[in-house]
T-cell receptor, first 113, second 111 residues
Framework: EADIYQTPRYLVIGTGKKITLECSQT?????MYWYQQDPGMELHLIHY???????EKGDLSSESTVSRIRTEHFPLTLESARPSHTSQYLC????????????FGDGTRLSIL | AQSVTQLDSHVSVSEGTPVLLRCNYS??????LFWYVQHPNKGLQLLLK??????LVKGINGFEAEFKKSETSFHLTKPSAHMSDAAEYFC?????????FGKGTMLLVSP
């Protein structure tokens, strides 16, 4: 079982609120990722990081931002939540080397009212 | 550019019968391929991976997959389905550290 944790698991909140989704891993992985997944759909990469102070945008445009101040921590922030942000957000990490499998957290299911 | 096609959005089997989930891929390089399973309200769990070693890959929970370069396929199989196998399965291709996910196949298992 991979040691990657996401909090909260579920969040229902009103429009306009600032939200931070937490992701932490205890495996010492340099690479971390955020995906967005709508029900019954595939995953879309929205952010990734290859190490401390490194962040990049993924394939799917997102209004969220991320930071990577510590190796083990990769939080995602929405400054002003909107109903269109309702989705499941999955965090993952992977070890050194190319083509390593990614280990996933259980996700945060976000609902914006 | 790489791509993944999961040929069936839903597969229904009876408990105790074989499972076949089909995946075709395209890649410009020698890819790594993975199968992940996702149970409801959970993250993705790695079932197995192919990284250019043996073409027949054994994974967890009795699943295995065979890499066929000539057919650009990486189908997932299991000899006998269990009720606990009901979940969504994703085929993933990795090329130069970029993962591309298939759209997923929902496996339904009936008693």
């Amino acid at each position: 079982e991979a040691d990657i944790y996401q909090t909260p698991r579920y969040l229902v909140i009103g429009t306009g609120k600032k939200i931070t989704l937490e992701c932490s891993q205890t495996m010492g992985h340099d690479k971390m990722y955020w995906y967005q997944q709508d029900p019954g759909m595939e995953l879309h990469l929205i952010h990734y990081s290859y190490g401390v102070n490194s962040t990049e945008k993924g394939d799917l445009s997102s209004e969220s931002t991320v930071s990577r101040i510590r190796t083990e921590h990769f939080p995602l922030t929405l400054e002003s939540a909107r109903p269109s942000h309702t989705s499941q957000y999955l965090c993952a990490s992977s070890g050194a080397g190319s083509n390593q499998p990614q280990h996933f957290g259980d996700g945060t299911r976000l609902s914006i009212l | 550019a790489q791509s993944v096609t999961q040929l069936d959005s839903h597969v229904s089997v009876s408990e105790g019968t074989p499972v076949l989930l089909r995946c075709n891929y395209s890649s410009s390089y020698s890819p790594s391929l993975f199968w992940y399973v996702q149970h409801p309200n959970k993250g993705l769990q790695l079932l197995l991976k192919y990284t250019s070693a043996a073409t027949l890959v054994k994974g967890i929970n009795g699943f295995e997959a065979e890499f066929k370069k000539s057919e650009t396929s990486f189908h997932l199989t299991k000899p006998s389905a269990h009720m606990s196998d009901a979940a969504e399965y994703f085929c993933v291709v990795s090329e130069l550290s970029t993962l591309t996910f298939g759209k997923g196949t929902m496996l339904l298992v009936s008693p």
